[in-house]
T-cell receptor, first 117, second 112 residues
Framework: GAGVSQSPSNKVTEKGKDVELRCDPISGHTALYWYRQSLGQGLEFLIYFQGNSAPDKSGLPSDRFSAERTGGSVSTLTIQRTQQEDSAVYLC???????????????FGSGTQLSVL | AQSVTQLDSHVSVSEGTPVLLRCNYSSSYSPSLFWYVQHPNKGLQLLLKYTSAATLVKGINGFEAEFKKSETSFHLTKPSAHMSDAAEYFCVVSATGNQFYFGTGTSLTVIP
């Protein structure tokens, strides 16, 4: 596609339910990031995928959060047993990284607004 | 470790007057620095980036930023604010090339 696509754009769920958020990066982009943006806060790094390397999961806030990237393309962020503090906008970004590249531009999706009631 | 501090959470300017959004960074290595803008209900968009070339970086929409190593700063400026500049601005640092650290953002209001 022309840009990074995220779905759903809005998700309302009940506390304790599991949710899946999807990100479809720009075709050919090898790097994919998930961030969380809470009201009045900056972007909080969650997880980073680069090619076939093991993902950098250092930003995941708890073991209720997990993510996978299938076939080096689409990624799914799963939050199990959602809590009210999980309410936020979840942003996905992708970039093209190659040998010798450094600090490449991130292309962001429009995000998924998650509301946990 | 890397981090950025955006010194103002809110900035308000009159249309046609200069804009200054302040950012200080901390990095153990020579960093790349970025400014991103987020308009209401839109995705984040890159304004400009610094990656160890010229210290004065020009971006889109008339914005520019100057990298000052001695002051560990990367302030964003624009000579004349336009109504369409009203948005949230994020300063970002990366020292490893694959890990980006975002500031908490500065909300810019432009008064007609």
């Amino acid at each position: 596609g022309a840009g990074v696509s995220q779905s759903p754009s809005n998700k309302v769920t009940e506390k304790g339910k599991d949710v899946e958020l999807r990100c479809d990066p720009i075709s050919g982009h090898t790097a994919l990031y998930w961030y969380r943006q809470s009201l009045g806060q900056g972007l909080e790094f969650l997880i980073y995928f680069q090619g076939n390397s093991a993902p950098d999961k250092s930003g995941l806030p708890s073991d209720r959060f997990s993510a996978e990237r299938t076939g080096g393309s689409v990624s799914t962020l799963t939050i199990q047993r959602t809590q009210q503090e999980d309410s936020a906008v979840y942003l996905c970004a992708s970039s093209l990284v190659w040998r010798g590249s450094f600090g490449e531009k991130l292309f962001f999706g429009s995000g998924t607004q998650l509301s946990v009631l | 470790a890397q981090s950025v501090t955006q010194l103002d959470s809110h900035v308000s300017v009159s249309e046609g007057t200069p804009v200054l959004l302040r950012c200080n960074y901390s990095s153990s290595y020579s960093p790349s620095l970025f400014w991103y803008v987020q308009h209401p209900n839109k995705g984040l968009q890159l304004l400009l980036k610094y990656t160890s070339a010229a210290t004065l970086v020009k971006g889109i929409n008339g914005f520019e930023a100057e990298f000052k190593k001695s002051e560990t700063s990367f302030h964003l400026t624009k000579p004349s604010a336009h109504m369409s500049d009203a948005a949230e601005y994020f300063c970002v640092v990366s020292a490893t090339g694959n890990q980006f650290y975002f500031g908490t953002g500065t909300s810019l209001t432009v008064i007609p």
